[in-house]
């Protein structure tokens, strides 16, 4: 069955840096839409960064561009979450998750919408003091 198992969360202080990867097994990983999800506590849980695995396009909400990439190793098996320049505001539980691609009509992209990832992982926790 679909395995995500996140790690590298921790705490750092503001400004630092933090990576954090997602380990995916129990299907192709390849051809998919992969994201990185946080929730705080008591906020709704929020699409961070999103990468399409086999062609590598990313997508980021307004709030982390420029700060966090997303990347994927496909011989692992493996996304990355690149976390720079943290704020106290990026503290939350981050989760990784498969999802599907989606047809925007002008061609296919991968979603920032949590309803659109139907496999997640535990989570890893971040704390920016």
């Known amino acids: 069955q679909v395995q995500l198992v996140e790690s590298?969360?921790?705490s750092v202080q503001a400004g630092g840096s933090l990576r954090l990867s997602c380990a995916a097994s129990g299907y192709t990983f390849s051809s998919t839409c992969m994201g990185w999800f946080r929730q705080a506590p008591g906020k709704e849980r929020e699409g961070v960064a999103a990468i399409y695995t086999t062609g590598g396009q990313t997508y980021y909400a307004d709030s982390?561009?420029?700060?966090f990439?997303?990347?994927?190793?496909?011989?692992?098996?493996t996304?990355?979450?690149q976390m720079s320049s943290?704020?106290?505001?990026?503290?939350a539980m981050y989760y990784c998750a498969k999802g599907t691609r989606l047809d925007g009509g002008s061609g296919?992209?991968?979603s920032l919408g949590v309803r659109w990832y139907g496999y997640w992982g535990q989570g890893t926790q971040v704390t920016v003091s």
Request: overall charge positive; hydrophobic content about 25%.
């Open 8 to 10: 590298g969360g921790g």
């Open 64 to 67: 982390v561009k420029g700060r």
């Open 69 to 77: 990439s997303i990347s994927r190793d496909i011989a692992k098996n």
């Open 79 to 81: 996304v990355y979450l």
């Open 86 to 91: 943290l704020k106290p505001e990026d503290t």
């Open 108 to 110: 296919y992209y991968c």
